[in-house]
Structures are given as C-alpha cells and as structure tokens.
C-alpha cells in the first residue's frame, strides 16, 4: 500500500475502534479486512497497540472528558470547525499507535507473549492426523485435537497471557491463571479469551463455533465482544460480523473425545453435519423435508453404514450408495 491508502486506512481503523464509523465506513473496514490475510494481520497489530495506548493512558489517569473540554477551550471557535478537530483528534491517536508500534516492535517474544519465528524461542506444532490426539501444554492445560487439526502454541508460555493458534477442532480443559489469560487464534478474525475453564472450538474456513461447558469465554471479532456461559453455543460465520448466541442442546460436539454420537430430538440435518466432520464420506439429503426429522438415539463407535442403516429404518428413508457419497432420498 502507498503511503496516502496506509494513512486513510489508519485514519479509518482510528474511527472503527473508537465506534464512530458510519454503516458505509464499516463496511468499507470489513470488506477491507476480508481482502487478504495481510490486511487481517495488520488488523490485529493495530488493535493491540491501540489497547495497550489505553492501557498506558490509564495508567496516568487519563480524563478524556476533562482534556477535551480543556482543549476546546485553548481554541478560538473562528480558526477550526468540527472537521479541523476531528483531523486533529484522528493525527494524535495515529502518533499514538505510531510510538507504541515502534516499542511493541522492539519488544522481545517473551514480552509480548506470542509464538515467535526467532529459533531461541521454541515453538510446537501439534497435528493430530487422522486420530484424536491429547496433549498436555506447559501450563498443565490438556488440549484434544480432533483429527485433522493443528494448534500451533510455544512450548512454554512466557509474557502476560497465553496464546494458540488453532485450525480444525479441540476441546481446551484450561488450567486457571487470572495474571495470565489463554487466548485461542481461530479463523474468521475470532479471538477466544479464558482464565481456567473447559469448551469445544471449532476453527474452519467457513465458520467458527464455540461450546462452553464450565466457566466463562470471552470471544472477540473485530469491535465486537459477548461472554458465554456454559451451555451456551456461539456461531460466527466467514461472511458475517455478527456472533449468534444459542442455547446449545446436544452432545453431538463431544463424539470425538467420547466416541459417542449422541442424539436427544436432534434435527437431522444436524446429525449429517456432524458424521460428514466425523467420515471421510460425504451425506447429502436430498429432500428439504428431511432436514426437519428429529432423531433420539446414541451410537457407539460404530461403523457409518449402521449408523446410516438406523437413520434408514427410523424414518424409511431410501439412501443410494455413489462411490464415497451417500444421498439420502
């Protein structure tokens, strides 16, 4: 980017933070942060140094009000318009964020509590492959990593939190620590904040989820923050910016840890959904009409064919057989 784009850029990450875009201004920064995975990064710096610039100006107990009431008041109403202060007010938060960047640059891995490229500071690579793996993390935190799944973390956390990156789907049993929060990485700009509870993420391209079971999650996308409490759901999609909040109502989200699939009135579309996560095959249904069928039964670790052949009898349904495709009829 030129150095005029950085500038507008910067000037209109300024208003976003702050929560004074118009809806076109708003729009404008999430079509911009949806562009390209740069643009998400440089997202993420720029909110960090923004909060700890607060967190400094806490520190020497900031009065915003009073300052600008004493700023207003130094100015001859004639020489500026709202404008003019806006220009000014939006330069020295830019000034701001440019010092902290500098010393949030300078600052060493360890200060800042991330994962680093730097081969002093040794990082890991969970994968858990094919197969369901637990891992234990230098913080006695035990994570469950479906298959297919990767949590990237240090392999000792330093600084004043915690930090993964996760891609796929876990179970986090998080061993408490309220001077240092674990914050989870998962896609769709989502960020998941803990001290010490238990809850499933999962991190796909088109979608994040997240179930509590104990304690309080605090999940973050851009400007937006909620708390959820256990058994409760959240769903964030990759086109949205909104966090939906539901009361979650199965136990589906647990077969891979318990090997069950457990099913209480659960809608069978859901059910598809899951085994299509759990099986390399693919399920269609074929007819709208059988997306609202409910299903109250519970496999154990069984085969996908009985699994289909229950459904099948349950609700005397066809289902044809293509290759590694199944199409229920």
């Known amino acids: 980017m030129s150095n005029e784009i950085n500038s507008m850029i910067d000037d209109l990450l300024v208003k976003y933070l702050l929560g004074e875009c118009v809806p076109e201004e ?28 607060k967190s400094l100006s806490t520190m020497h107990e900031f009065d915003e009000e009073v300052s600008w009431q004493k700023l207003k008041a130094r100015m001859k109403p004639h ?38 490229n730097n081969p002093t500071i040794a990082k890991q690579i969970i994968f858990s492959e094919q197969m369901t793996r637990i891992d234990t993390l230098s913080d006695q935190s035990i994570v469950t990593l479906n298959r ?36 989870i990485e998962a896609k769709n700009h989502v960020e998941i904040k803990v001290l010490g509870t238990s809850f499933n993420v999962k991190s796909f391209d088109q979608y994040t989820e997240v179930v509590v079971e104990t304690g309080l999650v605090e999940i973050r996308k851009f400007n937006k923050v909620i708390l959820l409490h256990p058994n409760e759901k959240a769903r964030i999609n990759d086109s949205d910016s909104s966090i939906k909040i539901e009361a979650n109502k199965d136990k589906l989200y647990k077969y891979y840890r318990s090997r069950q699939f457990e099913c209480d009135n659960t809608p069978l579309w859901k059910v ?58």
Not at 32 to 47: A, D, M, T
Request: with cysteine; charged share 30%.
């Open 79 to 116: 020489r500026y318009n709202v404008r003019m202060l806006r220009t000014v007010i939006l330069s020295i938060a830019a000034t701001l964020l440019v010092f902290f960047g500098i010393i949030r640059f300078f600052q060493t891995p360890e200060q800042k509590g991330l994962p680093s």
């Open 272 to 329: 598809i959904e899951v085994l299509n996560e759990a099986y390399d095959d693919t399920i269609i249904i074929d007819n709208k009409e059988l997306r609202k069928l409910t299903l109250t039964t519970s496999f154990d670790n069984e085969s996908l064919e009985s699994v289909l052949d229950v459904i099948s009898e349950t609700f005397d349904i066809q289902i044809q057989k293509k290759g590694h495709q199944y199409i229920l009829k």
């Open 148 to 183: 297919k799944s990767k949590l990237i973390c240090p392999e000792k956390f330093v600084g004043k939190e915690r930090r993964v990156a996760l891609e796929g789907e876990a179970f986090f049993a998080i061993s408490p620590n309220k001077e240092k929060p674990f914050i």
């Open 26 to 53: 708003k729009a404008k920064v999430e079509t911009w942060l949806g562009e390209k995975e740069e643009n998400s990064i440089y997202f993420n710096q720029f909110k960090r140094i923004w909060d700890e610039s």
